[in-house]
C-alpha cells in the first residue's frame, strides 16, 4: 500500500489549498483514509477522516467549517480542501489510511493507522 501526498505550498492568510492522496495497492472498500499535521515542535495532531463504508466524515475543531474531505472513487482519491487558511494551519500534512473501518472513536488516533504517506508541506503567511 502506498500513499503519495500532493499539493502543499505557501499562500497568504485566508487563501485556499487543495491537497490530494492518491492511494494505491489495496481496495478502499473498508478502509478509513485520513489527513493529520505536524507542525514545527509540536505532535502530529488529526485534522479529518473519511469513512469509506457510509461516507461518514470527521473533522477536528479547528478545521471545522473550513476544511472538506472527499473522496474520487474512480481515482482512488482523497482530496482536502482548504479554506480560509490561518498562520496556525502551517504543518507538514500527512494522509494516512487504517486498511479498515474505524469507530467513531478512534478515527482521530494516529495510532489507528497503518499507512502513511510522505507528508507535504503547507506554509501559511500572516
Known amino acids: 500500500v502506498q500513499l503519495q501526498a500532493s499539493g502543499g505550498g505557501v499562500v497568504q492568510a485566508g487563501s485556499s489549498l487543495r491537497l490530494s492522496c492518491v492511494v494505491s495497492?489495496?481496495?478502499?472498500?473498508?478502509?478509513?483514509v485520513a489527513w493529520f499535521r505536524q507542525a514545527p515542535g509540536k505532535e502530529r495532531e488529526f485534522v479529518t477522516a473519511f469513512r469509506w463504508s457510509d461516507n461518514r466524515k470527521y473533522y477536528a475543531d479547528s478545521v471545522k467549517g473550513r476544511f472538506t474531505i472527499s473522496k474520487d472513487n474512480a481515482k482512488d482519491t482523497v482530496t482536502l480542501l482548504m479554506h480560509s487558511l490561518k498562520p496556525e494551519d502551517t504543518a507538514v500534512y500527512y494522509c494516512a489510511a487504517a486498511g479498515r473501518t474505524l469507530i467513531m472513536s478512534t478515527v482521530g488516533d494516529l495510532r489507528e493507522y497503518a499507512y502513511w504517506g510522505q507528508g507535504t508541506q503547507v506554509t501559511v503567511s500572516s
Open positions: 495497492g489495496r481496495t478502499f472498500t473498508r478502509d478509513t
